[in-house]
């Protein structure tokens, strides 16, 4: 039991050292290494946290979707806390999405926002999860509150590529991606940078998650020994 | 899943020891459905609730955007869908509503059902009632506006969105129901997963209005696709939301 704690305790540790190391050198890649970007200027670098924290939203929502599989197919609160951390997160890294994405729109499309297709599915993407959370909220039993987010986590991601695509053919002015090419244009350092930054908000996505499922945890088990006590009480009553 | 299964299968089997699981399927579905429309038609909460919002969002739609006739065939879609997707949930959220006020919800989730035959006779249910009401405010949407419908395309496009829309909000209307504040819950649940059934609706109706912005896209087809994987998860997750 010590031993384990400690374990945990220790690898914890290492985790919060590496977030904290990979995103030091990360931040120093994208300010001092990375090149301005000839044609958009400086704005450009906030690209460096628009494309990682994106890719994390869609990491989070992906593990909402797994712990939901996970949650009814073994009842076992444990794939519901990490659930309910891991949407927490997607809404916060989905929020800065788009934040960083106005405000690199403002100078560049000269619009804080248009309703093109990956905005307009992101958008929805984050109304879903909002709609995740509050349901959660709204619904007063703990193990009913896991079975319906569940079902909302798994309907929710099957409709993400459907939103999407339904939402391309509508209209999109987004820029191609200009990473995932035969011959990529963006200069090796550019890349470089974008792939550390990757790795350090991968990172950061971890530690929250360990540390946030682990809270969610401790929250379940003191619900549970106060309605065990609440019981025991008045059985002797 | 499993458990219900078996059970409706042996509360019905017949006598020569036959398993028409499919007849026994379809006889479960129109039971609940038949039960449903009856109580409809007795009480017409839902279908009264649905129609008079509808219209009222098409009035109000006047005012709040001065539709004036050389406008129609631009915004007309998005107006007609609106007012009746919002009126919708008004009758999506009776689904179990009345079930759980009424005290009948223990009682369906008890008899020898299948989860699967319920949510389908649930879905048939609210398709019906949410066609009964487009029947009328469709006409009088062209009348109001003054737009040169065609009533039976709109009226099968309509059909469409509309199974996508009773697939979802069958759903949810049902984790709805157990939710505090559950009037809130249902459109925000519904709307934004329903965004691909409105785009293709909407785009359905510009097309066969002439609409200038509407996309030339096979959207009737893609709304039966939106269809097919709506029912079918609905279908498949509907059991674990009703297991109490």
Not at chain 1, 28 to 41: C, E, K, L, N, S
Not at chain 1, 70 to 82: I, N, P, Q, S, V
């Amino acid at each position: 039991m010590t031993s384990s704690v400690v374990q945990g305790r220790a690898r914890l540790i290492a985790l919060v050292t590496a977030t904290v190391v990979v995103s030091a050198v990360a931040l120093a890649m994208m300010i001092f290494y990375a090149p301005t970007d000839r044609v958009q200027g400086v704005v450009q670098r906030i690209f460096y946290f628009h494309v990682p924290m994106a890719w994390v939203a869609y990491l989070a929502f992906f593990v909402v979707l797994v712990c939901s599989v996970g949650y009814l197919w073994r009842r076992d609160l444990r794939w519901d806390a990490m659930a309910r951390a891991s949407a927490e997160i997607g809404v916060l890294f989905t929020t800065l999405v788009l934040i960083t994405g106005s405000l690199w729109a403002k100078p560049i499309w000269n619009t804080w926002w248009t309703w093109d297709a990956r905005l307009t599915s992101t958008l929805v993407l984050w109304f879903i999860y909002v709609a995740y959370l509050m349901l959660r909220a709204y619904t007063p039993d703990l193990e009913r509150a896991a079975r319906f987010s569940a079902v909302l986590g798994i309907v929710g991601f099957i409709d993400v590529p459907i939103i999407h695509f339904s939402v391309e053919w509508w209209r999109t002015l987004h820029p191609e991606p200009v990473v995932v090419r035969p011959d990529p244009q963006a200069p090796p350092e550019m890349l470089v940078t974008l792939a550390v930054s990757l790795v350090a908000m991968t990172l950061v996505y971890a530690t929250f998650l360990v540390l946030r499922t682990a809270l969610e945890r401790t929250r379940d088990e003191n619900r549970e020994r106060e309605q065990r006590r609440a019981l025991e009480e008045a059985s002797y009553a | 899943m499993q458990d219900s299964n078996t059970n409706s299968g042996q509360g019905l089997r017949t006598a020569d020891g036959a398993d028409p699981s499919v007849l026994v399927f379809g006889r479960q579905v129109y039971a609940v459905l038949a039960k449903d429309l009856l109580l409809e038609v007795r009480t017409k909460d839902a279908l009264t609730a649905m129609l008079v919002f509808s219209l009222l969002a098409l009035v109000t739609f006047n005012f709040a955007l001065d539709l004036r006739p050389e406008v129609m065939s631009a915004v007309g879609p998005g107006v007609l869908w609106v007012a009746l997707v919002f009126g919708s949930t008004l009758g999506l959220a009776r689904t179990f509503a009345a079930e759980r006020d009424h005290g009948t919800l223990e009682g369906l989730l008890m008899a020898p059902l299948d989860r699967s035959a319920l949510y389908l006779a649930k879905l048939l249910a609210n398709l019906i009632i949410i066609s009964a009401a487009a029947t009328v405010s469709v006409p009088a949407f062209a009348v109001l506006f003054d737009v040169a419908v065609d009533i039976p395309a709109v009226l099968g496009t309509l059909l469409l969105g509309a199974v996508g829309v009773a697939a979802v909000g069958t759903l949810f209307s049902a984790m709805a129901s157990h939710t505090r504040a559950r009037e809130v819950m249902l459109p925000i649940l519904l709307f934004p997963i329903l965004v691909p059934i409105l785009i293709g609706v909407v785009q359905a109706t510009g097309l066969a209005l002439g609409s200038p912005t509407a996309r030339d896209m096979p959207w009737l087809s893609l709304l039966v696709a939106f269809d097919g994987i709506y029912v079918a998860v609905g279908a498949l997750v509907f059991d674990f939301v009703l297991q109490e």
